[in-house]
């Protein structure tokens, strides 16, 4: 089994950073894909980011593009996304996940693992 575990999630003012990390442990990890996904109050669940675990592919949703960066260390099983200029609309609970199987790695299927989320909260 695998677990996955958030950090990093905080208050920050709009055009501030912030950097969440995503830990996940399991016996022979060697995932297709990690992402990240946001879940705003009232609205669901959506994507974020993603990165294949082997090569450089990264994955963007239009409203971060530029803003975010998602990498990976994988002797640390760890990946990271670094939230920059964040805006009052980036508000949301941030969850990570990690999917074994291949899939389009910017839809929730891909996914088998998912942490409990964290918190970022951004003010005007």
């Known amino acids: 089994q695998v677990q996955v575990v958030e950090s990093g999630g905080g208050l920050v003012q709009a055009g501030g950073s912030l950097r969440l990390s995503c830990a996940a442990s399991?016996?022979?990890?060697?995932?297709?894909?990690m992402g990240w996904f946001c879940q705003a109050p009232g609205k669901e669940r959506a994507f974020v980011a993603a990165?294949?675990?082997?090569?450089?592919?990264?994955y963007y949703a239009d409203s971060v593009k530029g803003r975010f960066t998602i990498s990976r260390d994988n002797a640390k099983n760890t990946v990271y996304l670094q939230m920059n200029s964040l805006k009052p609309e980036d508000t949301a609970v941030y969850y990570c996940?990690?999917?074994?199987?291949?899939?389009?790695?910017?839809?929730?299927?891909?996914?088998?693992?998912w942490g409990q989320g964290t918190q970022v909260t951004v003010s005007s």
């Open positions: 996940a990690t999917g074994f199987v291949r899939d389009i790695a910017t839809i929730e299927r891909a996914y088998d693992y």
């Open positions: 399991g016996r022979a990890f060697s995932p297709y894909a």
């Open positions: 990165i294949r675990w082997s090569g450089d592919m990264t």
